[in-house]
C-alpha cells in the first residue's frame, strides 16, 4: 500500500478498512445476538471492503497521495467514532 501511494502513512488501519470491518462487525453482532461466529470473518470482510470502497469513491476524481492519505484517516476515524458511539450507547 506504501508503495501504490507513495506515502509512508498508508496501512489499512490509517485507510479505513479495519475501522470498517470493525465496524460491520459491530453492527452485526449488535442487530443479530444470536450470530454463528463462523459467519464474523464474512461480516469484518464486507465492512472492510465498504471502508475501502468509500475512499475509493472519495478518491475517485483523480489520484492525490497527500489526498488519498488523508480522506483515508477521515474515514478511519468516522468508523472509528460511531463504532466507539454503538459500543457506548449499547453495552
Keep these: 500500500m506504501q508503495a501504490v501511494i507513495r506515502n509512508p502513512l498508508a496501512s489499512p ?19 443479530i445476538p444470536g450470530l454463528d461466529p463462523r459467519w464474523l470473518p464474512a461480516f469484518a ?3 472492510g471492503a ?3 470502497a468509500i475512499l475509493m469513491a472519495y478518491n475517485a476524481g483523480g489520484f492525490a497521495p497527500v489526498r488519498f492519505a488523508l480522506s483515508g484517516v477521515a474515514v478511519s ?9 454503538l459500543l457506548l450507547t449499547h453495552p
Excluded: R
Design 77 to 85: 476515524a468516522t468508523f472509528a467514532g460511531v463504532s466507539e458511539f
Design 45 to 47: 470482510i464486507g465492512g
Design 13 to 31: 488501519d490509517i485507510l479505513g478498512v479495519t475501522q470498517g470491518a470493525g465496524l460491520a462487525l459491530s453492527v452485526a453482532l449488535l442487530l
Design 50 to 52: 465498504a471502508g475501502a
